[in-house]
């Protein structure tokens, strides 16, 4: 249980996290302009899509990701996974360049299925992964 102290520099800490991804957010939905780097990382050029997956360890995650991929005809490229006590996590590369199913519709099918086994299952193409974890 925090303190009041501990509570109020916690609540202080998360609003300023909060506030510095609304900006990142708010840079990236602005208009484009010369300043801006919308049009870099907004211009996907890559056909490789990056696919988390969080959650409880459970018999077939990875094939539930899988054949939601295969369905669409994204060409995993990459995988890796891992479980810690009794979480799983995973990371991985799939190609989309000749699914037959559009990037959105991809990421909506994961993102229902990962709440209907229990996980949190997100897609994001490979630039928008690249930006957002640039170091």
């Known amino acids: 249980m925090l303190t009041g102290v501990t509570a109020a520099a916690e609540h202080r800490r998360l609003a300023s996290i909060l506030a510095n991804v609304r900006n990142v957010v708010d840079a990236a939905m602005a208009g484009p302009s010369e300043r801006s780097c919308h049009n870099r990382w907004m211009q996907t050029t890559s056909k490789r899509i990056i696919v988390t997956v969080i959650g409880e360890d459970r018999v077939g995650i990875i094939a539930t990701v899988?054949?939601?991929?295969?369905?669409?005809?994204?060409?995993?490229?990459?995988?890796?996974?891992?479980?810690?006590?009794?979480?799983?996590?995973?990371?991985?590369?799939?190609?989309?360049?000749?699914?037959?199913?559009?990037?959105?519709?991809?990421?909506?099918?994961?993102?229902?299925?990962?709440?209907?086994?229990?996980?949190?299952?997100?897609?994001?193409?490979?630039?928008?992964?690249?930006?957002?974890?640039?170091?």
């Open 66 to 135: 899988s054949t939601v991929l295969a369905e669409a005809r994204a060409n995993i490229i990459d995988i890796s996974q891992t479980t810690l006590q009794e979480f799983f996590a995973m990371i991985m590369m799939a190609d989309i360049d000749k699914a037959i199913v559009p990037f959105d519709e991809i990421k909506a099918r994961l993102n229902a299925k990962g709440r209907e086994i229990g996980v949190r299952i997100d897609a994001q193409h490979e630039d928008v992964f690249k930006y957002m974890h640039r170091v």
